[in-house]
């Protein structure tokens, strides 16, 4: 088999289960009787297991197996879960976790295990010694009920026989399942199988030691039937006889059959054998790619409906003009489906916290209780790939940084067990996460110190500053008020990168805080990043997009009632004042009205609790616009976001005016 062709495949449900994992055993550690949780923890482990065995990733197949073991015992009864074992588990779960990574690199082979692999064999009962042959086979005996007896005695005939096969596995197979489904397959072409013990259910879901029993009428000579199932994998031995119904004693209870015996009649067609596929499955995995591509036809489209509605326009024909809007009226279902194939939760980040945030709460011996809301949110695929960096940086400074120690805490007059809430909620065509503690907050002093001493702040400067602004000093490079380095922080780096990560992704980050309740982190992103919704403006002869998540209003201001204060054009808006800027000298646009025009159309721009009012020639009308990088030739340049084409075909640049904010 072509691994290659399946491992993205194989990845993809890899990743899956071992969040899955992650997730169970949290839930294990605080209810350590839970059966279900340890089913769902067994049965993880055994689908990976059987899923690396198949494609060959023999290190993550024997760990996994060596996982199982312990489940195993954990499962029955036979070990007690504890601290140690739960901690052994997690740190085998991080193990696999890294196997996967090393897999699509073809480093699999290069990742050591045997530690681990000898911490849970510890932990495994040692297995008795297999029993002989013949001990086993009279320790595993195939009866049958009254009923059974009397349809097998219908059947049997002169040519027809019954045999017991008796089949056993090697101890080191990993697919007993699945040895055990293609033997009975084999069976099946020479005859009717009219029971099994174990049960067919019970083989499938491995639940049997090395060997099994099949009940078999056929016409077929043993020594062909036993020659069949010697060329299945992983087979040992097989023993093979002739029985009499009349000397097989009585079972009053029949033993978990899966293979009834029906009586019919030999002309009869044989039904089908039951599928071990599953239901149908309504959902398909996609490459991420694909969906890229059809994401930029969509795209292409869109900018061809701008151009086809402007030359509908000009030329005023009304057939035309109805195409048109049927047409548009197509792309925007188009658009919001295509959109929509992209979505995927937030939880697909968010399963990640309660693990992480375990092992922080353990290294720094605090008490935290994780409250996660609004998981099922919904985010384009490319930006859920980024958020989780910035989140991470984020938990990590509320845990070390913002909650307590439980004695400070207690000491606080709070609960020793802090609290970390995350949640995530969509607020029309941006989604808002915020992470919020009721830790002991910023410091706003310590900041304030801490700038002045690094220069990067002077006391001009921070007598024209609000609180939250000296708050939002912490997003500067390097700057850390720790005063120690932990594993955790304290290097100087994390919320600079928030920000950029953040910013990147065409969103915002701002920070609130209070002195003795905590901090709170809010990130606003856009639902997707290849068509957003945009303000056109003209300023002199150019057109210039604007996002619309930046724009809070539009209004028009009299330039009687512009003054200047500190050198800064400011006019009142709202019992506030309102800081101007006028985008033809930002833009470096030559031919603008005449700066003295009397009215002034303005866009208000928000960034945080900072506003700031654009003053521009003239409000065009919204529009979606497809975004279109600038190219590695001309970089990031501050102020642009990027580029889109008009529907006259010209280029209008978007602009990102949060720094200018």
Known sequence: METSDYLRVFMDECQEHLQSLNSALLELENNPGNKEILNSIFRSAHTVKGASATMGFNKMANLTHAMEDVLGLLRRGDLEVTPEIINLLFDSVDLLEVLAKGIPEGREADIEITAILQQLKEYSTPEETLPSDRDRRRRLELRYTKEEREQIKGRLTDTKKLYHIHVFLKEDCLLKGARAFMILREVENMGAIVKTIPSAK??????????????????????????????????????????????????????????????????????????????????????IRKLDELMNLVAELVINRGRLEQISSELQHQELEESVETLNR??????????????????????????????????AGKQVDLVITGADTELDRTVIDEIGDPLVHIIRNAVDHGIESPEERKAAGKPETGRLEINAYQAGNQVLITVRDDGKGIDRDEVIRTALSKGHLTEEKLAEMSDEEIISLVFLPGFSTSEKVTDVSGRGVGMDVVRERITALGGTVRVTSKRGEGTTVTIQLPLTLAIIQTLMIQVGSEIYAIPTSLVEQTISVNQSEIQRLRQQEVTTWRGEVLPLIRLQDVLDVKDAKNPEYNELDVVIVRNGERRLGCVVDTLLRPQDVVIKSLGSYLGNIPGIAGATILGDGRVALILDLRDVA
């Not at 197509?330 to 980040?349: F, Y």
């Open 330 to 363: 197509l792309l925007l279902r188009l658009q919001d489906d295509v959109l929509q194939t992209r979505m995927v939760a937030v939880e697909h980040v968010f399963s990640r916290f309660p693990r992480l945030v375990r092992d922080l709460t353990r290294r």
């Open 202 to 287: 019970e083989l499938e879901d491995e639940r049997f030691r090395y060997d099994f029993i099949i009940g078999l009428l056929s016409e077929e000579p043993v020594e062909k039937i036993i020659a069949s199932i010697n060329k299945v994998l992983d087979v040992e031995n097989v023993q093979g006889t002739t029985v009499s119904i009349d000397e097989i004693p009585e079972e009053r209870r029949a033993y978990g059959e899966t293979y009834r015996f029906t009586p019919r009649e030999e002309k009869d067609v044989e039904e089908p054998a039951p599928s071990h596929l599953g239901p149908a499955t309504l959902t398909v995995r996609v490459d």
